[in-house]
């Protein structure tokens, strides 16, 4: 995917004009233009869900950018989508904090509970849906030697954790604080799973990268069963990235992470 800003042709296809300014944070690799936010490599059917599924909803306890199509119609335009610019700091800036990221989530959670399964989710072959298909069971393949103990040592933690539903599978870094208004949630991952299967994945994200202990996990009322799953999920998602793009130090570096991280399960 390229880093350059979108050209000229896209801007007249959303109506926009003005010099594009690079975005950081969750929303990083996308541009904004004035009100609008212009990203780079997504794909349509995901565009067209997020604005026809999740536009409509009640946003209670959460905002959500609205989806902007072309003048055209057509919601991508050279692999270049569109949405409104959603004010707010990422919530993985300074001192994050995680009670407010999981409200969020369940917020929004909360408000997807009746959508219905998209059928493209099934054609997901990106790492994280291969991840995510490994620590549910779906996909099974013998796992390389560094991850393996780690697998062995999670399969005995994990519990059925409730019905499946869609969630946002990456809400760790993808939560807007604004003062006076909502948590703002951004660059939906969505997942046909337990809705505390997407609550397990902030908290150990926060395990593995951001220095919490388990008592995170008891304050906001994530399971260890939750956390065990999502840990799974992880570990198995960087076996699929290595396994299409090895790389010896992120492996050793991601190996330490998830490592380090286990004893706390036992604290939950």
């Given amino acids: 995917m390229s880093e350059s800003p979108p050209p000229p042709d896209v801007l007249r296809a959303f ?8 975005l950081t944070g969750g929303q990083a690799g996308a541009w904004r233009v004035g009100g609008t936010v212009l990203k780079q490599g997504v794909d349509p059917l995901h565009q067209e869900w997020t604005g026809t599924a999740l536009g409509p909803l009640d946003q209670v306890g959460f905002r959500l950018a609205d989806v902007r199509r072309a003048s055209d119609g057509r919601w991508v335009v050279d692999g270049w989508g569109a949405s ?6 990422s919530s993985e800036t300074g001192s994050v904090d995680w009670a407010t990221v999981l409200d969020a989530g369940r917020a929004f959670h909360a408000a997807t509970r009746a959508l219905p399964r998209p059928a493209w989710l099934a054609e997901r072959s990106d790492w994280w849906a291969h991840g995510d298909r490994a620590a549910w069971g ?6 390389m030697a560094p991850l393996r103990p780690l697998v062995e040592a999670l399969e005995p933690l994990l519990e059925p954790l409730g019905p499946d539903q869609i969630v946002h599978a990456d809400l760790t870094g993808n939560v807007l604080l604004e003062p006076g208004a909502p948590p703002g949630i951004i660059d939906v991952s969505p997942l046909w799973r337990p ?3 997407a609550e397990g994945i902030v908290v150990a994200d926060a395990l593995c990268w951001h220095g919490a202990r388990a008592d995170l996990a008891r304050r906001t009322g994530v399971s260890r069963a939750a956390v065990a799953r999502s840990l799974l999920f992880r570990v198995l998602t960087t076996e699929a990235m290595q396994r299409d793009r090895p790389d010896p130090t992120a492996l050793e ?3 330490d992470h998830y490592t380090a991280a286990l004893p706390e399960l036992d604290r939950i």
């Fill in 15 to 22: 109506g926009l004009s003005g010099d594009p300014t690079p």
């Fill in 84 to 89: 409104g610019f959603l004010p707010g700091t």
């Fill in 138 to 143: 779906d996909r099974t393949e013998e796992v």
């Fill in 195 to 197: 809705a505390a299967y």
């Fill in 253 to 255: 570096r991601d190996v």
